[in-house]
């Protein structure tokens, strides 16, 4: 017989029959000659309970099934008499896979988000936990979906790269070097001697490869890992995270704006139609307010703001806030937050920042200490999306190499696309895990991706 997910089974077509059913024991609890046991594959927030008797061959052995322990169910599925379920199903036999501990880890009451990033292996089988993992695979294939329906071209950038896209430094190197005998020249290390022949690093975004796809393809996205060594211990970063980066060719920074808008809407709504189970358990228990907030977001029209009256609206506010702000200072948290929640109470995208506190990709505007930069500011997370209009003239784009102390030769290919058929270009960064704390309210970083990288952590 075929596996049947326990999902399917709330269909709007289901009828009584066999089934087969696999999962794991969340409780069982006995009467005089029957079990009671909810059981959960994962697929859905949602068990199905089994109703053994002692018709069953092992009956003695499934008495003794504790929380974890992993089973097949075959058995007729029927209404329930029960408050609260529409189906049950009457095993006609149970096979064990295996029997937990008493002591397993994660028993019938509330544990802390803490404890939970400690036991890995098991966080996936609490309710909460299940939920965000099942709406984070809802969401990349809604993101597909996205640029798929609007002609983009899905693109894979490197993993390991030469090139810094951010000028930060906060980079992973990553070396085929013995570290406990690294050759030396000239008293530093001797990268000819390496595997690629000169360093290498993590990536931190795709975009600089992205932009030579366009270049060529015209639209296109990459979707995947990046990392940052930013030794930063927050609710907001990681060491390793995800990111949707799209490209456009002919694009100009109005249409960016437009394109980062039309992506956040999408996406949640997309959750709110696809995940609407799962979504009410943090509408239920994390945060009262998310389906008022993701709503809001949807059928806001987004502020567009420039950078100069972000600051404005800060300083007179009247606001008391941990950090200070001046023209030619980045926002923030603090000051994003209160732009999207309190002062419009809306999604905010500000735009036209000082050239100074961007990198040396984006477009100098006509007043020469700007550039054509945007960030899309939303409720309870703050930035959301980075992106901007590229440059794409090749002399100015140089000077701003050299302004902020760059290699030029180290980005010759970067420099070449300047000059055989450059076009405007634009566009964005959408960190995965931030989209996912605000689509469930989520106020950890750490909790909505399966294996957290930060600082002195890196088990599983």
């Known amino acids: 017989m075929k596996r049947t997910k326990i999902i399917h089974l709330f269909d709007a077509k289901t009828s009584p029959g066999s089934v087969l059913i696999k999962g794991w024991v969340k409780t069982?609890?006995?009467?005089?000659?029957?079990?009671?046991?909810?059981?959960?594959?994962?697929?859905?927030?949602?068990?199905?309970?089994?109703?053994?008797?002692?018709?069953?061959?092992?009956?003695?052995?499934?008495?003794?099934l504790s929380t974890g322990s992993s089973v097949a169910?075959?058995?007729?599925?029927?209404?329930?008499?029960?408050?609260?379920?529409?189906?049950?199903?009457?095993?006609?036999?149970?096979?064990?896979?295996?029997?937990?501990?008493?002591?397993?880890?994660?028993?019938?009451?509330?544990?802390?988000?803490?404890?939970?990033?400690?036991?890995?292996?098991?966080?996936?089988?609490?309710?909460?936990?299940?939920?965000?993992?099942?709406?984070?695979s809802e969401l990349c294939h809604a993101i597909h979906k996205f640029?798929?329906?609007?002609?983009?071209?899905?693109?894979?950038?490197?993993?390991?790269?030469?090139?810094?896209?951010?000028?930060?430094?906060?980079?992973?190197?990553?070396?085929?070097?013995?570290?406990?005998?690294?050759?030396?020249?000239?008293?530093?290390?001797?990268?000819?001697?390496d595997f690629f022949g000169k360093p290498a690093n993590l990536t931190v975004s795709g975009q600089l490869e992205a932009e030579l796809l366009a270049l060529a393809l015209g639209d296109v996205y990459t979707f995947g890992p990046t990392f940052r060594a930013e030794n930063s211990n927050t609710a907001r970063h990681m060491a390793e995270f995800w990111m949707i980066e799209p490209e456009m060719a002919f694009c100009d920074l109005e249409d960016d704006m437009s394109h980062a808008e039309e992506f956040i809407k999408n996406l949640i709504v997309h959750a709110m139609d696809h995940c609407a189970r799962d979504l009410d358990l943090f509408a239920n228990f994390v945060d009262k307010n998310l389906m008022?907030?993701?709503?809001?977001?949807?059928?806001?029209?987004?502020?567009?703001l420039p950078y100069t009256d972000a600051v404005d609206i800060v300083k007179q506010s009247g606001h008391k806030f941990e950090f200070d702000i001046e023209f030619g200072k980045d926002l923030q948290t603090e000051h994003e937050r209160y732009l999207a929640e309190e002062h419009f109470k809306k999604p905010v995208v500000i735009y036209n920042y000082p050239k100074t506190i961007k990198p040396f990709y984006m477009r100098v505007n006509d007043d020469g200490s700007t550039v054509a930069a945007m960030d899309v500011l939303v409720p309870r997370i703050g930035e959301i999306i980075g992106g901007s209009q590229r440059e794409e003239r090749l002399s100015i784009l140089e000077r701003r190499m050299e302004e902020t102390g760059m290699n030029k030769e180290d980005y010759w290919w970067f420099l070449d696309s300047r000059r055989y058929g450059t076009v405007p270009h634009s566009g964005y960064g959408l960190g995965f895990e931030r989209l996912i704390m605000l689509i469930t309210g989520i106020a950890n970083i750490r909790d909505v991706i399966p294996f957290p990288r930060t600082p002195g952590n890196i088990e599983f």
Do not use: M
Not at 80 to 108: F, V
Not at 162 to 173: I, V, W
Not at 292 to 304: D, G, M, Q
């Open 73 to 136: 169910v075959t058995g007729l599925l029927r209404e329930s008499p029960g408050q609260g379920q529409t189906w049950e199903i009457a095993a006609s036999a149970i096979h064990i896979y295996d029997i937990a501990p008493e002591a397993y880890p994660l028993q019938k009451k509330r544990h802390s988000d803490e404890f939970l990033r400690t036991i890995g292996h098991l966080r996936p089988r609490t309710n909460k936990y299940g939920a965000v993992f099942r709406i984070r």
């Open 147 to 193: 640029f798929h329906d609007r002609g983009f071209t899905y693109i894979h950038t490197p993993i390991l790269t030469g090139s810094d896209c951010e000028g930060a430094g906060d980079l992973f190197r990553v070396t085929a070097l013995n570290l406990e005998n690294l050759p030396k020249k000239e008293g530093k290390t001797d990268y000819s001697l």
């Open 292 to 304: 008022k907030t993701l709503e809001n977001i949807v059928s806001a029209e987004f502020v567009r």
């Open 28 to 64: 069982r609890r006995d009467s005089k000659t029957f079990s009671f046991i909810e059981v959960n594959d994962g697929s859905c927030l949602a068990n199905i309970q089994i109703i053994a008797d002692d018709s069953l061959d092992n009956y003695d052995v499934v008495k003794t």
